[in-house]
């Protein structure tokens, strides 16, 4: 089974559809640690109640380099081969993602390129976008931006509100985020550039 490293800093619910997904056998890998980098984190309890490792690691008073250094040990400590970043508010250093080439994903609440960094929802609202949604993409060294794996499509409708389009939002990303781990991981894609492609 390959092995799967969660970060998260937060609510987790990203984490907890893809240990879901993997519970009910509908995606193949196995969640060898979560890491947050707050302590507190709702993602943090998720992860004791279903048993799976889950580490705290702060990032507080630290510098990036220094941080990141623990999370990638504590990552090869737990023989992970992909690492999912499913909410977690920190940007990644150059030695981080050198660590881990075309093997970091991130998910993003909008349809990347459009509206990427924070409140992506209020963005697309603000921009009076017809249509928005997620996006799972390869991490690189600039925010929001990798070699797109999978997006899904959200219709923002006229009634729409942050917490209503951030929910449709959401369900569609609880979808989304396993679909590109089972992508990833059956190394049927190649990346051409910015494109992912199928290998033939
Ligand atoms: C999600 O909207 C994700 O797209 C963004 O941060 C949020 C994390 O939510 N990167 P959760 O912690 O997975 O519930």
Redesign the pocket.
């Known amino acids: 089974m390959k092995r799967i490293g969660i970060l ?8 907890i559809a893809i240990a879901d997904n993997i519970a009910a056998g509908r995606l193949h890998a196995e969640i060898s640690i979560v890491i947050s980098n707050r302590e507190g984190a709702a ?1 943090v309890d998720a992860a004791k109640e279903r048993g799976i490792r889950c580490a705290v690691i702060p990032s507080k008073g630290k510098t990036r380099e220094s941080h990141d250094q623990e999370v990638i040990l504590a990552l090869r400590e737990a023989g992970v081969e992909l690492v999912c ?3 977690y508010m920190r940007l990644l250093s150059p030695a981080f993602i050198n660590a881990f080439p075309h093997r970091i994903l ?4 909008s349809l990347l390129p459009a509206f990427p960094g924070l409140d992506a929802q209020q963005q697309a609202l603000d921009y009076g976008a017809k249509v928005t949604g ?1 996006t799972v993409h390869f991490v690189d060294d600039q925010l929001d931006h990798g070699p797109i794996i999978v997006q899904r499509v959200v219709h923002v409708m006229e009634t729409d509100d942050i917490s209503t389009l ?1 929910a449709r ?2 369900e569609q ?1 609880h979808i989304a985020y396993s679909e590109a781990i089972a992508k990833v991981l059956s190394g049927d894609c190649k990346i051409e550039g910015r494109c992912v492609r199928t290998k033939q």
């Open positions: 998260v800093s937060g609510r987790g619910s990203n984490f993602a970043l499913a909410g991130n998910i993003h609440p997620c951030s939002i959401l990303e």
